[in-house]
């Protein structure tokens, strides 16, 4: 079964630092996606990351893809604080049943402060 | 073009009550799938429904059942309802099952 861990879940960052937020899934998946989540709403979607060695770059945030150690990371440079949310990771199961489901990581809270 | 809508936007409801949550797809999506969060936790996999038929369930009780309308809406049931019942309840329309799932506004359901 297809497990998905974040690390770290808590983060409080100052405005100006950087930081990378990293998400570990446990069997071989199609895909990995970054969602964001502000509070009492819906998912965002981030990045989709098809194949090793996949980076795509949104603004202050980047997120990479290595399948070969099944690691996901998310970059953040030069934090603001409208980055401030809850942000998740989500595997695509790789086929068999439920093949279109996405077993998704705890989240990470990120704080940025001034 | 419109997104993912659900609806009720929230829903309160007493134990032993059943409920029905609804959800329209994006335009040309043909893939629709119901996730469950509970406070504080990621999303949790329910179903997922494409062209009509059951392509995924979740490790959820029987008192959870889904379908999918040849409009490719779709619509959650929960029956006898419980407090642990009490989540987010998040749709996700894709144009296939493995394609990049959109999530709607969710429903809240609030179970006393």
């Known amino acids: 079964e297809l497990k998905v861990e974040q690390n770290p879940l808590f983060l409080s960052m100052q405005e100006g630092k950087n930081y990378t937020i990293y998400c570990n899934y446990s069997?071989?998946?199609?895909?990995l996606y970054w969602y964001r989540q502000d509070p009492g709403k819906s998912l965002e979607s981030l990045f989709v990351?098809?194949?090793?060695?996949a980076v795509k770059q949104e603004g202050r945030l980047m997120a990479s893809l290595d399948t070969k150690a099944r690691l996901s990371t998310l970059h953040i440079t030069a934090a603001v604080h409208d980055l401030s949310a809850t942000y998740f990771c989500?595997?695509?199961?790789?086929?068999?049943?439920?093949?279109?489901?996405?077993?998704f990581g705890q989240g990470t809270i990120l704080t940025v402060h001034p | 073009d419109a997104g993912v809508t659900q609806s009720p936007t929230h829903l309160i409801k007493t134990r032993g009550q059943q409920v029905t949550l609804r959800c329209s797809p994006i335009?040309?999506?043909?893939?629709v799938s119901w996730y469950q969060q509970v406070l504080g936790q990621g999303p949790q996999f329910i179903f997922q429904?494409?062209?009509?038929?059951?392509?995924g369930r979740g490790n959820f009780p029987d008192r959870f059942s889904a379908r999918q309308f040849p409009n490719y809406s779709s619509e959650l049931n929960v029956n006898a309802l419980l407090l642990g019942d009490s989540a987010l309840y998040l749709c996700?329309?894709?144009?296939?099952?493995?394609?990049?799932?959109?999530f709607g506004p969710g429903t809240r359901l609030t179970v006393l």
């Open positions: 996700a329309s894709s144009r296939w099952e493995a394609d990049t799932q959109y």
């Open positions: 069997t071989t998946s199609d895909r």
């Open positions: 990351l098809l194949s090793n060695g």
């Open positions: 989500a595997a695509l199961n790789a086929g068999g049943t439920s093949y279109g489901k996405l077993t």
């Open positions: 335009s040309g999506h043909k893939s």
């Open positions: 429904y494409y062209e009509k038929e059951e392509r």
